[in-house]
C-alpha cells in the first residue's frame, strides 16, 4: 500500500464527511451595518457537548514544506474545532476517517484564500499545517473539564505531495 498522499483543492463537496468548509470569497449571503459589511452567515456546524462551551484562540503554527510526512492525526470527541486563518496564505487540512476507532487513510486538502474549516467533532485530523509564515489562526473550539483529545502516531509516516497541478 503507498503511503503516499496527493493534495487536493479544498471544496465543499469533498470535505463534507469531515467538517465545513468556511469561504468569505464571493457575494455576502447579507447586507449589515447600515450597508457597508457583508456578512458571511452561518458557515459552520458548531457543537461543544454536554459540559463545554464555545472558547475562542490564537494559534501561531510554524510554517511547513513539501513533501510533508504526517506522523501524528487527533480528534476530539467532545466537540469541533474551527480554524479561521489571519492572512490569505493557504495551509493543509489533513483528515482521515474513522476506521473502529482508528485513523483510516487520510486525505490533504489545500486551502484556497478566504478558506477556513470546521472539524466536526471526533473527525480525525493532522496538526495546523501552514505552508508559509505567519501561521495565525483563530480557532474556536471546545472548552470543557472533560478530556477532549485522542492521538495516534503513524508509523510508518503518510507523504503529502503536491498534485501534479499545484505549482
Known sequence: MSREITIEPLTPDAFAPFGD???ASGQPDKII???LCGRHHDLAQMDFGQGGRAGISIFNAQARSLPYAVTLLER???GSQAFLPLTANPFLVIVAPDNAGEPGVPRAFITAPHQGINFYRSV???VLTPLSAPGLFAVVDRIGDTPNLEEVLLDPPYLI?????EP
Open 21 to 23: 468548509v468556511l469561504d
Open 33 to 35: 451595518n447600515a450597508g
Open 76 to 78: 476530539h470527541p467532545d
Open 124 to 126: 480525525w485530523h493532522g
Open 161 to 165: 505531495v503536491p498534485s501534479t497541478s
